[in-house]
C-alpha cells in the first residue's frame, strides 16, 4: 500500500507544543496522529521517522518521501504496556516543566487491561523509569513489592465508575490550587469551560489525601465533567487519551488563572448556562484525540 506522507507532518498547533510538547503530528494520510500513538521517534538531518501502534502501521514513516508501507501484525502486549509507562512517564515531567505541578505532586494513571498503570508514590520525575509505574487491578490488588501513589483510590474509583476515561491527572497546579483553598468552583467565566463538560468546574470539599473519602467527594464533583478542584489540594482531570487529560489539565489551570485575576479587579460577568451548552455541543471532539 503506497502513502504520500508529503510535507504535511507538523507538530500540531497547540499551547504544548510551545513548550517543546507534541501533542500528537499531522499527518497528509492519517490525519492527527496522537502522541501516545508515536512508539518512536527519530529526526536526521531533514528527515522525520515515526513508529506508530500499530492498529494503524509499524513501518516508519520518512517525511517527504512517497513510501510503500505494508501492515504488519498488531503490536504486542507487552509493548503496548512499555509505550503506556513511557507516556506516563513523560506526561509526569511535562506537567512539572507546564507549572501546572511541583515537585513530586501529582499523579497520572491511564487504565490497562483488567486495572490500572499509576506512577509509584512519592517519586522524582526527572529520575523516575517506566519500570517503577506500579500495575494495580481494580479490585486494588497489586504486586507487594509495588509502591503505588497514595491517591490511588480515587484514580480506581474514576476507573470504575467512568467508563469513557482512560487517563486521570492529578496536580497541585498554583492557580486552580488558590481557587480550591478558597473553596471557590470555577463559574463560567470563559466559554472554554464547556471543555471539561459544563457550565462550572466544582471543588470538592476537603479530605485527607489518600482517603476513600477523599475519593468519593471526588466522583462525585466530576459528575457531568471531566475536571474538578479538590480544596485544599489540587486539580484533577480526566479524558479518554493521556493527551487529552493533560491538554484539560493546562485548560483548567489556565481558567482558574483568568478567574483569579478577574477577581483582583471584581465580580465577574459570566456566561449563561444555556450559551455554555451551546458551546459544548459546538465543541465536540475539540482538542487532542480522545484515542
Ligand atoms: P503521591 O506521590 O503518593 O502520588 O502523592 C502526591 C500527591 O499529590 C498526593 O495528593
Not at 71 to 85: G, L, V, W
Not at 88 to 114: F, K, P, W, Y
Not at 134 to 149: E, H, T
Request: hydrophobic fraction near 40%; aromatic fraction near 6%.
Amino acid at each position: 500500500m503506497a502513502y504520500e506522507i508529503g510535507a504535511a507532518v507538523e507538530k500540531f498547533t497547540h499551547p504544548f507544543s510551545r513548550h517543546g510538547y507534541a501533542m500528537g503530528f499531522l499527518d497528509s494520510n492519517l490525519g492527527l496522529v496522537p502522541a501516545e500513538a508515536v512508539t518512536r521517534m527519530l529526526r536526521t538531518n531533514d528527515q522525520f521517522f515515526y513508529n506508530l501502534q500499530a492498529s494503524i502501521m509499524r513501518a516508519p514513516i520518512r517525511c517527504g518521501q512517497n513510501l510503500s508501507l505494508s501492515r504488519e501484525k498488531p503490536m504486542s502486549r507487552t509493548t503496548i504496556e512499555r509505550a503506556k509507562r513511557q507516556s506516563i512517564v513523560d506526561a509526569c515531567r511535562q506537567m512539572n516543566q507546564l507549572g501546572i505541578n511541583q515537585g513530586t505532586s501529582g499523579n497520572i494513571s491511564l487504565r490497562h487491561e483488567d486495572g490500572m498503570l499509576i506512577t509509584p508514590t512519592s517519586t522524582p520525575y526527572e529520575t523516575m523509569k517506566p519500570s517503577q509505574i506500579v500495575f494495580m487491578k481494580l479490585d486494588g490488588s497489586l504486586d507487594a513489592k509495588q509502591r503505588p501513589s497514595s491517591e490511588w483510590r480515587f484514580h480506581r474509583d474514576i476507573f470504575e465508575a467512568r467508563a469513557e476515561v482512560n487517563a486521570v491527572v492529578h496536580a497541585h497546579p498554583p492557580y486552580a490550587t488558590i481557587l480550591a483553598i478558597m473553596g471557590l468552583a470555577i463559574p463560567p467565566i470563559h466559554y472554554m469551560i464547556a471543555c471539561a463538560g459544563g457550565d462550572t468546574i466544582r471543588c470538592a470539599p476537603y479530605a485527607t489525601f489518600g482517603t476513600e473519602e477523599l475519593s468519593q467527594h471526588a466522583v462525585t464533583a466530576l459528575a457531568d465533567r471531566s475536571a474538578c478542584l479538590l480544596a485544599h489540594h489540587g486539580m484533577i482531570a480526566i479524558a479518554p487519551s493521556l493527551s487529552k487529560a493533560m491538554w484539560l489539565a493546562v485548560e483548567v489551570e489556565t481558567l482558574a488563572r483568568q478567574y483569579h485575576g478577574c477577581l483582583q479587579i471584581g465580580k465577574p460577568p459570566v456566561l449563561s448556562k444555556e450559551e455554555i451548552e451551546k458551546v459544548r455541543l459546538r465543541m465536540a471532539g475539540y482538542g487532542p484525540a480522545d484515542k
